[in-house]
């Protein structure tokens, strides 16, 4: 698809059809990155968007353990009180 680049005060925008927009699901915000010589212009996704499931899903499979087993430490050893 060929566009123009607009003037916005000191800045030049691009006009997206309404059809392209409604595909990707832009809203007010977006992302906006450079990647090797092109712009990339995506959905702003709200933080953290979906950690909750995933964690979710980690645990269901038992995969929220540590991956090595706790070293004790000389506080633990000498200082630690319960």
């Known amino acids: 698809m060929k566009t123009r680049l607009v003037q916005v005060g000191n800045s030049c925008g691009v006009r997206l059809p309404k059809p392209v927009i409604e595909e990707v699901g832009l809203d ?19 933080t953290r968007s979906g950690w909750a499931e995933a964690a979710q899903e980690l645990r269901k ?12 430490t000389r506080f633990d050893e000498e200082e630690w009180e319960w």
């Open 61 to 72: 499979n038992e995969g929220d353990q540590l991956l090595d087993p706790p070293t004790p």
């Open 28 to 46: 007010d915000e977006v992302e906006l990155q450079v990647r090797e010589g092109a712009i990339v212009i995506r959905p702003l996704r709200a």
